[in-house]
């Protein structure tokens, strides 16, 4: 239900924080060995409500950027601007992400119901999470997806610069390491859509769930005439980018950073599930408190993509729970 406006006097914080990497998260734009979230706190009454958000440099986002962009909401924040009046107020974005997570826990805490009733959803349960085999040679990935031996689903990331037919053998010593695994593969736009025809063949054989985001938008038209079944991401941040989708994404992947938080995003799952597309929740490497609104949003989801904390090195005092692939629900203290 819309959050009403209330005259009370809110007060907000702005951190940003580092969290430094176990290892090294390459994908087909490049490496990062730290995660760089932003996260606010509004108080209100004596009750505090927290949200994160991660910048995101493919959509032009920085650090800077998103602070200064909460920091312009201050006031209208302060003054009691509500989770509706924001969607208006700010573009989808990390910026908007971390202030609507922020007020649906606040509301959650305030009122002593959790999120999950205010968005009346069902409770929450466990879930499980894919894990990601980052970007490197093939027998370093091989070796990687056969230390993740616990999850049965693996995100295989490619689109190196070496081109899709040296992605095939990449992929090839993945599937003969993990002849159990699901696998989804993502080149993160990494491809071009001429060469991923000719060699989509070769991919076909390594029985891929889905391919997300394989070529730049602009090449996505073209992905009708290739016989793979593919996942939306880069290419879709709101609902209405639903529409425009080519017909050759069958899944979509729905991500709080992009959607510019859980109000957005779960009308964009909503909208998505009316469109028959199927729906993954993903998230970027960041804290459980970025993941935490997005392990309920993935309750209404076909797969979770959730292994952000996994890769740091320390983590927030209430973090999520992994149990090997299965992430439980998040603590009250941490969010929601």
Same mark, same amino acid.
């Given at each position: 239900?819309?959050?009403?406006?209330?005259?009370?006097?809110?007060?907000?914080?702005?951190?940003?924080?580092?969290?430094?990497?176990?290892?090294?998260?390459?994908?087909?734009?490049?490496?990062?060995?730290?995660?760089?979230?932003?996260?606010?706190?509004?108080?209100?009454?004596?009750?505090?409500?927290?949200?994160?958000?991660?910048?995101?440099?493919?959509?032009?986002?920085?650090?800077?950027?998103?602070?200064?962009?909460?920091?312009?909401?201050?006031?209208?924040?302060?003054?009691?601007?509500?989770?509706?009046?924001?969607?208006?107020?700010?573009?989808?974005?990390?910026?908007?992400?971390?202030?609507?997570?922020?007020?649906?826990?606040?509301?959650?805490?305030?009122?002593?119901?959790?999120?999950?009733?205010?968005?009346?959803?069902?409770?929450?349960?466990?879930?499980?999470?894919?894990?990601?085999?980052?970007?490197?040679?093939?027998?370093?990935?091989?070796?990687?997806?056969?230390?993740?031996?616990?999850?049965?689903?693996?995100?295989?990331?490619?689109?190196?610069?070496?081109?899709?037919?040296?992605?095939?053998?990449?992929?090839?010593?993945?599937?003969?390491?993990?002849?159990?695994?699901? =696998?989804? &593969?993502?080149?993160?736009?990494?491809?071009?859509?001429?060469?991923?025809?000719?060699? %989509? @063949? !070769? +991919? $076909?054989?390594?029985?891929?769930?889905?391919?997300?985001?394989?070529?730049?938008?602009?090449?996505?038209?073209?992905?009708?005439?290739?016989?793979?079944?593919?996942?939306?991401?880069?290419?879709?941040?709101?609902?209405?980018?639903?529409?425009?989708?080519?017909?050759?994404?069958?899944?979509?992947?729905?991500?709080?950073?992009?959607?510019?938080?859980?109000?957005?995003?779960?009308?964009?799952?909503?909208?998505?599930?009316?469109?028959? =597309?199927? &729906?993954?929740?993903?998230?970027?490497?960041?804290?459980?408190?970025?993941?935490?609104? %997005? @392990? !309920? +949003? $993935?309750?209404?989801?076909?797969?979770?993509?959730?292994?952000?904390?996994?890769?740091?090195?320390?983590?927030?005092?209430?973090?999520?729970?992994?149990?090997?692939?299965?992430?439980?629900?998040?603590?009250?203290?941490?969010?929601?």
């Amino acid at each position: 239900m819309p959050q009403k406006r209330r005259n009370l006097t809110r007060s907000i914080s702005i951190t940003a924080e580092t969290f430094p990497l176990r290892r090294k998260f390459a994908i087909a734009r490049g490496t990062k060995v730290r995660a760089e979230p932003v996260s606010v706190e509004i108080s209100d009454g004596g009750v505090r409500g927290h949200g994160e958000a991660l910048p995101y440099p493919r959509y032009g986002e920085t650090v800077e950027t998103v602070t200064a962009t909460i920091e312009q909401s201050r006031g209208a924040i302060c003054a009691g601007m509500s989770r509706a009046d924001l969607q208006t107020a700010l573009p989808p974005g990390a910026a908007r992400c971390a202030l609507d997570c922020a007020l649906w826990d606040l509301e959650a805490k305030a009122t002593g119901k959790p999120v999950w009733q205010l968005a009346q959803m069902s409770r929450p349960r466990a879930l499980t999470t894919a894990f990601t085999v980052v970007l490197d040679g093939a027998d370093a990935m091989a070796h990687a997806a056969t230390q993740a031996r616990a999850f049965p689903l693996l995100k295989v990331k490619l689109g190196s610069r070496e081109g899709v037919l040296a992605d095939v053998t990449r992929l090839r010593e993945i599937r003969h390491a993990r002849p159990d695994a699901k =696998l989804i &593969v993502d080149a993160n736009e990494g491809w071009r859509v001429q060469e991923l025809a000719r060699y %989509a @063949h !070769l +991919l $076909a054989a390594h029985d891929v769930m889905f391919f997300e985001q394989p070529v730049a938008t602009r090449e996505q038209d073209a992905l009708s005439d290739i016989d793979l079944p593919f996942c939306a991401d880069e290419s879709v941040h709101e609902t209405s980018d639903l529409e425009p989708l080519p017909p050759a994404y069958g899944w979509v992947n729905v991500k709080l950073d992009k959607a510019g938080g859980f109000t957005q995003a779960l009308e964009m799952v909503k909208a998505a599930k009316s469109r028959n =597309l199927n &729906v993954m929740i993903g998230c970027m490497v960041a804290s459980s408190l970025s993941i935490a609104p %997005a @392990h !309920l +949003l $993935a309750q209404l989801a076909d797969l979770a993509d959730l292994d952000g904390p996994l890769w740091l090195t320390e983590e927030r005092p209430d973090r999520l729970v992994f149990d090997g692939p299965l992430v439980s629900p998040p603590a009250p203290s941490l969010w929601g």
